[in-house]
């Protein structure tokens, strides 16, 4: 695959055209070996292409990410109903579907009705309201809708306490009214304009129509009337805007969103966006978050297996892009759909609809449902276990929203790990797409489990340890774990083990396992996405002869990473991958936090230029207390990104923590007390002084916990405390001793909700400060107690 190795190929366009990643899984037939590079070469290549000022800036902030309602914290779960039913919906049809799905499967956690194309009639030409179809067809017992507004429809929907989905287009008219004029449910006969019911040009009124009239909660934005599929094109009056470039199909959505934000539901932050209608075109990977809370990744899903593999091969290393509120949307579920290969009729349909589930779960894709949910047939009963199988979902729904990557790829099938919220805590999928029996393993490095170390190995498809776990069954121990796959089918396991980090620095993080913490800010498309611990083609990760087991690669990007002050340091070595040979590339990496250069690998080079291949690995180390946003550039220092194959190898983070006796908390002033019990006081607070604060690790699997507070104060005073994302609460600490200098510690409980948010990090910060001279404070001289020790219990 040597066209990564150079900038904008046809073939490269090409594929990103397609929305392929590209350069992420080919094999590079460039020797990594002996290619390390004479200073004298350095300095050739140094003289023969000068540098350039950076390209890539900082941003100073996260970008590109959906301001506004936080919706979508973890993939949207519902049904929708193209699959099942296409064109053929009525009110009474979608009202029973609502109601099979309270009766089966809202508990699960699949709360939504989402209408798909085929509700409208026609667009009023005064008002400019789209009006339901109210005609009687054939096949319908009466009217498809008894009144023009869906709005009773939704009302039914949410008195089961279920969300309602709407369908709408970027361009003048749909989908089906494109593709499928002439079925019985869409009336060719409207003439132009009142058939236009796409929302261009009609943005506000539709938004406030659909979010504040008929009171829907999610929208899904189809792309026909952009895209054009008809050669040639349907005959007037249909339109279609066909040929729209990114930027204006971007710029479509952005009209959309922005009447979207002005809606009273939108403010009351209920609404979830799904912007179907790039089909994963237009490197829509890289602007999709900034539009919507999930966006296809490739064409219409079928009820076979290769029609489940383009999605699948789409979204499948893409895993930079996805995270809480922005999903890779690999397209509705086909299981139970009928005549596929995934209806349920037999164990095989069974098992490739077990499969279907794995994957789509552990890639963290919304789980819309695509079966006609009033089936009673025995496929129908047959798969609702898989459809609701918790330990499945939780994976799916696990809060870090971190989407799999994909660990190993070969004749014998894919391995698939997603690093869960809790520290250690891995899931995998062992994906057999072959007709025979295949073996797959994963290592303890892939797990990312410390050498040696014991693990417990949950399979979540028959709900059984089946090693470690319980006492009776021994753990299993490393360096790997095979399983043996049956054809077409796929293993889910839970693996719980010592994460690597662990003992050096609980709750650090390689970067290259939580994904979800990362926003690709800035990426030259025609290279594809970022890779986790390979190279961009897929292949081990090498610099200037040193192998590294993880890191993150790509070339010329900024990767913002979203610290929210929760972490110390920020580790890496860096260099340019091996295999584009010696002496190539050029890059100059650089470190922000919150827009300021906290590294430069200028200062590290011979004669402060460019990395090139042959030169580091270079350590970076870097304080991050404090930081909001990192950003990690890959600037072409050359002006070309041509083999700027650039690595951060071993990126980690590590968590801040101040559990331990006599440490001094960030930002306090400590006094010394010769009989205190860790000889000084951790911190002495007033409203004097600036606030002080910690972080702190959170127990795991917990939704609360309680903070202790050990303090010395020889009078009531109060604290005013601010627990992670919970609200400041001041307490009053009583009197500990009579004097100043004697040991007697007092101890303060707070109990506090643990909130998605900090959990994910698997940390929180305290902050400390004096309340305010009044309030609920009893004392109000302004001083708070010395605190001596925190820490946090479940
Ligand atoms: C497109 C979408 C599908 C479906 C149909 C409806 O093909 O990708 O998911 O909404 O339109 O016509």
């Known amino acids: 695959?040597?066209?990564?190795?150079?900038?904008?190929?046809?073939?490269?366009?090409?594929?990103?055209?397609?929305?392929?990643?590209?350069?992420?899984?080919?094999?590079s037939s460039t020797s990594a070996?002996?290619?390390?590079?004479?200073?004298?070469?350095?300095?050739?290549?140094?003289?023969?292409?000068?540098?350039?000022?950076?390209?890539?800036?900082?941003?100073?902030?996260?970008?590109?990410?959906l301001s506004g309602p936080k919706t979508a914290q973890t993939p949207t779960m519902g049904w929708s109903s193209w699959n099942p039913l296409g064109l053929a919906i009525s009110q009474s049809i979608l009202e029973a579907q609502a109601d099979a799905l309270k009766k089966n499967y809202l508990s699960s956690g699949y709360n939504l009705i989402a209408i798909d194309d085929g509700w409208y009639h026609d667009r009023d030409q005064t008002t400019f309201a789209i009006n339901a179809d109210t005609r009687t067809i054939s096949g319908f017992p009466g009217p498809r809708f008894p009144t023009t507004s869906l709005r009773p429809l939704v009302d039914y929907i949410h008195a089961k306490g279920i969300k309602a989905g709407i369908y709408t287009d970027l361009g003048r008219n749909t989908c089906a009214q494109q593709q499928d004029?002439?079925?019985?449910?869409?009336?060719?006969?409207?003439?132009?304009?009142?058939?236009?019911?796409?929302?261009?040009?009609?943005?506000?009124?539709?938004?406030?129509?659909?979010?504040?009239?008929?009171?829907?909660?999610?929208?899904?934005?189809?792309?026909?009337?952009?895209?054009?599929?008809d050669t040639p094109p349907p005959p007037p009056p249909y339109q279609f805007?066909?040929?729209?470039?990114?930027?204006?199909?971007?710029?479509?959505?952005?009209?959309?969103?922005?009447?979207?934000?002005?809606?009273?539901?939108?403010?009351?932050?209920?609404?979830?966006?799904?912007?179907?209608?790039?089909?994963?075109?237009?490197?829509?990977?890289?602007?999709?978050?900034?539009?919507?809370?999930?966006?296809?990744?490739?064409?219409?899903?079928?009820?076979?297996?290769?029609?489940i593999m383009g999605p699948y091969n789409s979204s499948v290393g893409r895993e930079f892009y996805a995270g809480p509120g922005h999903w890779n949307d690999m397209d509705q579920l086909e299981i139970g759909v009928k005549n596929g290969d995934f209806e349920g009729v037999n164990d095989t349909q069974l098992t490739a609809a077990t499969a279907h589930m794995s994957l789509w779960s552990i890639l963290a894709s919304p789980l819309i449902l695509g079966h006609d949910l009033t089936s009673t047939t025995a496929a129908a009963k047959a798969i609702l276990p898989i459809l609701t199988n918790a330990e499945v979902i939780a994976v799916n729904q696990d809060v870090a929203g971190n989407q799999a990557t994909r660990v190993s790829t070969g004749a014998a099938g894919d391995v698939l790990v997603k690093a869960l919220n809790t520290q250690g805590k891995v899931a995998v999928v062992f994906f057999n797409p072959n007709t025979t029996q295949q073996t797959l393993s994963v290592?303890?490095?892939?797990?990312?489990?410390?050498?040696?170390?014991?693990?417990?190995?949950?399979?979540?498809?028959?709900?059984?340890?089946?090693?470690?776990?319980?006492?009776?069954?021994?753990?299993?121990?490393?360096?790997?774990?095979?399983?043996?796959?049956?054809?077409?089918?796929?293993?889910?396991?839970?693996?719980?083990?010592?994460?690597?980090?662990?003992?050096?620095?609980?709750?650090?993080?390689?970067?290259?396992?939580?994904?979800?913490w990362i926003n690709v800010a800035q990426?030259?498309?025609?290279?594809?996405?970022?890779?986790?611990?390979?190279?961009?083609?897929?292949?081990?990760?090498?610099?200037?002869?040193?192998?590294?087991?993880?890191?993150?690669?790509?070339v010329a990007t900024n990767l913002q990473v979203a610290l929210n002050k929760q972490f110390s340091r920020f580790d890496a070595q860096i260099g340019i991958d091996d295999n584009v040979g010696a002496g190539r590339g050029s890059v100059r990496f650089m470190v922000y936090g919150d827009g300021k250069l906290l590294y430069d690998s200028n200062s590290a080079t011979p004669g402060n230029g460019p990395v090139r291949q042959g030169m580091g690995p270079y350590p970076v180390s870097l304080d991050v207390s404090g930081v909001n946003t990192l950003e990690l550039i890959q600037d072409p220092a050359d002006g070309s990104t041509s083999y700027d194959e650039g690595i951060w190898a071993n990126a980690k983070l590590t968590a801040l923590s101040s559990t331990q006796e006599g440490e001094t908390l960030t930002g306090a002033v400590a006094a010394s007390c010769s009989s205190c019990s860790n000889g000084a006081y951790g911190s002495q607070i007033s409203n004097k002084r600036p606030a002080t604060s910690a972080m702190l690790l959170l127990p795991s699997s917990a939704s609360s916990a309680t903070l202790v507070v050990k303090y010395l104060s020889a009078e009531t005073r109060s604290l005013r405390v601010t627990i992670g994302s919970n609200p400041a609460i001041t307490v009053n600490a009583p009197p500990t001793e009579t004097s100043w200098g004697q040991n007697i510690v007092g101890t303060l409980t707070i109990p506090f909700v643990i909130s998605p948010q900090d959990s994910t990090t698997g940390a929180v910060r305290v902050k400390f400060d004096s309340p305010p001279v009044s309030g609920t404070a009893t004392v109000t001289n302004g001083w708070a107690p010395d605190i001596d020790v925190i820490s946090i219990t479940p």
Request: glycine share 10%; proline share 6%.
């Open 1 to 27: 695959m040597h066209f990564c190795h150079r900038k904008r190929t046809i073939l490269a366009l090409f594929f990103s055209t397609l929305g392929i990643a590209g350069c992420g899984g080919g094999n």
């Open 33 to 65: 070996s002996g290619a390390a590079m004479s200073a004298a070469a350095v300095a050739a290549a140094a003289a023969a292409s000068p540098e350039q000022p950076p390209s890539i800036l900082p941003q100073g902030q996260l970008t590109a990410l």
């Open 181 to 229: 004029s002439k079925a019985q449910e869409v009336d060719n006969t409207v003439p132009a304009p009142n058939n236009q019911v796409g929302s261009l040009g009609h943005e506000v009124s539709d938004m406030t129509l659909f979010f504040d009239t008929w009171d829907f909660d999610y929208i899904k934005i189809d792309g026909c009337g952009v895209e054009g599929y």
């Open 241 to 307: 805007l066909a040929n729209y470039t990114e930027a204006q199909a971007m710029a479509q959505y952005q009209t959309l969103d922005a009447a979207i934000a002005g809606t009273n539901k939108y403010k009351n932050g209920s609404v979830v966006i799904n912007a179907t209608g790039m089909w994963g075109g237009r490197n829509v990977r890289n602007w999709g978050k900034s539009i919507a809370n999930q966006w296809r990744t490739h064409g219409d899903i079928h009820n076979t297996w290769s029609g």
């Open 443 to 516: 290592t303890w490095s892939q797990l990312r489990f410390a050498p040696g170390s014991s693990a417990s190995v949950r399979d979540l498809w028959q709900h059984t340890d089946i090693a470690g776990g319980s006492s009776s069954v021994a753990g299993a121990t490393g360096p790997s774990y095979s399983v043996a796959v049956p054809p077409q089918s796929a293993q889910m396991y839970i693996f719980s083990g010592t994460h690597i980090l662990a003992s050096s620095s609980p709750g650090s993080r390689y970067l290259s396992e939580m994904p979800a």
């Open 523 to 554: 990426a030259d498309p025609s290279w594809g996405t970022p890779v986790a611990d390979k190279n961009i083609h897929g292949n081990p990760i090498q610099i200037n002869g040193t192998p590294f087991n993880y890191g993150i690669a790509s």
